[in-house]
């Protein structure tokens, strides 16, 4: 019988249960400790060999995760001193996940959208999707999004390929997935999910969105079906998970 990985001590956080890289959820914890004020501006935090013993990692891992502090500003090395606080972190979470239809039609505040490639003629038996049948052919639209300089979503979009004519790229350029064909001429959405995961930046994904490998993220899918039970939008999207929040209403 094999023989059970011992517990790690009482108050110390097991790194290894996570597949995010172990200086990314240290770089993590630390902001964190800024954030909550338990790290002050202004004052000296505990030095590589302190946190390596505190942590349980080497001492590399620690370095790394300092530095990802302060390509952040957070923190500033002095030799011979030691690290300080430099600056409290500023709110990233800006970029609401929708959790209802109207919402999800609104277009994002000083969002820019970018089109990274337009493709048509991809066959419908391509698209799986749990939701109407599948028009025969689709329009795959590849579109990243940025707000303030810092891309937030790279978004595969999949239109049912008999509608193109009918979306411009100005509205390409503008407009949110769902939107593209909730306004169109003859086009009625009878039926929208939504469905969120939470998983980890890969290496496509990472390189488009500015992230470290495995860097948490949100995938979103959405399906829009039309009067006539086809298919005809899906949207595939991955949010950096440090900007994103998910309000829902309960009652």
């Given at each position: 019988m094999p023989r059970a990985e011992p517990a790690p001590?009482?108050?110390?956080?097991d790194f290894s249960r996570s597949a995010v890289p172990r200086y990314i959820q240290l770089a993590t914890l630390f902001r964190r400790r800024v954030e909550g004020g338990s790290w002050k501006l202004g004052q000296r935090i505990p030095t590589v060999d302190e946190l390596a013993a505190e942590c349980s990692v080497a001492r590399a891992t620690i370095r790394q995760?300092?530095?990802e502090l302060e390509r952040d500003g957070l923190i500033e090395r002095f030799r011979a001193k030691g690290t300080f606080v430099r600056k409290a972190p500023v709110e990233r979470i800006w970029c609401d996940v929708e959790a209802d239809w109207n919402g999800l039609l609104r277009p994002r505040e000083g969002a820019r959208i970018e089109i990274l490639?337009?493709?048509d003629g991809l066959p419908g038996a391509?698209?799986?999707?749990?939701?109407?049948v599948a028009a025969p052919f689709y329009r795959h639209i590849r579109r990243r999004h940025w707000r303030d300089g810092q891309p937030f979503l790279l978004a595969d979009?999949?239109?049912d390929a008999r509608l193109s004519p009918l979306v411009t790229e100005?509205?390409?350029?503008?407009?949110?997935?769902?939107r593209l064909v909730s306004g169109l001429k003859?086009?009625?959405?009878?039926d929208a999910r939504q469905t969120l995961t939470i998983g980890v930046a890969d290496v496509e994904s990472a390189a488009a969105l500015h992230l470290p490998l495995n860097a948490p993220v949100a995938n979103v899918?959405?399906?829009?079906?039309?009067?006539h039970g086809t298919l005809v939008l899906v949207a595939d999207g991955v949010y950096r998970g440090d900007v994103v929040r998910i309000d829902i209403k309960l009652k």
């Open positions: 001590p009482r108050g110390k956080v995760a300092l530095d490639s337009d493709a391509a698209i799986p999707d749990s939701i109407g979009v999949y239109l100005a509205d390409l350029g503008s407009k949110t997935a769902l003859g086009v009625q959405v009878v899918h959405r399906a829009a079906v039309d009067q």
